[in-house]
């Protein structure tokens, strides 16, 4: 099945800290990869995403995300964090069938 | 960005009644919409895709019977809960992809479904 795993559910860090999130897909043939945050009483935004090309993709508000086909993952970096970075994170697959599937996201708290 | 509301973003109800909520796109033409059920520390579940002019098309396990979906314009599809229970309380997110596009999808604010 297609499917997208996240690890470490709750992650707490102090401001300027490093944060990285991993993110796992299921094979599944051509895929789109997207993260996704949900800042606190927020809509879904869109971070970045990987459609094709360079592997490393920069994001908004200087996260960037690398695709690594090998290994399937695309995981979330960010080198130094900030208070306003708490949020729930999510990374997400899009398959050929245009399903997107979700992981069960990542609840960062950056302690000032 | 596009922006895509939803329409209550809370709701109570008896349990037996049935309960409407409205996704639309604001500023953008959307062919398929997409609606999620979020459980309390889980992840977004895709329920159905919602296509204009066309029947929805439902994930497995989910009875479409139940989330009655509606995507009557280019700008709005409606899902129903019709007869809820208590378990059907959760969190529904709506999601569309604007016709013209790269193939981003916008989200909404999601809606709180609690059933009495």
């Known amino acids: 099945a297609q499917s997208v795993s996240q690890h470490n559910h709750h992650v707490i860090l102090s401001e300027a800290a490093s944060l990285e999130l991993g993110c796992n897909y299921s094979?599944?043939?051509?895929?789109?990869l997207f993260w996704y945050v949900q800042y606190p009483g927020q809509h879904l935004q869109l971070l970045l995403k990987?459609?094709?090309?360079?592997?490393l993709v920069k994001g908004i508000k200087g996260f960037e995300a690398e695709f690594i086909k090998s290994k399937f993952s695309f995981n979330l970096r960010k080198p130094s964090v900030q208070w306003s970075d708490t949020a729930e994170y999510f990374c997400a697959a899009r398959y050929g069938n245009n399903r997107l599937a979700f992981g069960k996201g990542n609840q960062v708290v950056v302690i000032p | 960005g596009a922006v895509v509301s939803q329409h209550p973003s809370r709701v109570i109800c008896k349990s037996g009644t049935s309960v409407k909520i409205e996704c639309r796109s604001l500023d953008f033409q959307a062919t398929t919409m997409f609606w999620y059920r979020q459980f309390p520390k889980q992840s977004l579940m895709l329920m159905a895709t919602?296509?204009?002019?066309?029947?929805?098309?439902?994930e497995q396990g989910v009875e479409k019977d139940k989330f009655l979906i509606n995507h009557a314009s280019l700008t709005l599809s409606t899902l129903t809960v019709t007869s809820a229970h208590p378990e059907d309380s959760s969190f529904y997110i709506c999601?569309?992809?604007?016709?013209?596009?790269?193939?981003?999808?916008?989200f909404g604010e999601g809606s709180r479904l609690t059933v009495l």
């Open positions: 094979y599944g043939g051509t895929v789109n």
């Open positions: 999601s569309a992809r604007p016709s013209l596009g790269t193939g981003e999808l916008f």
């Open positions: 919602s296509n204009e002019g066309s029947k929805a098309t439902y």
């Open positions: 990987y459609f094709s090309g360079d592997p």
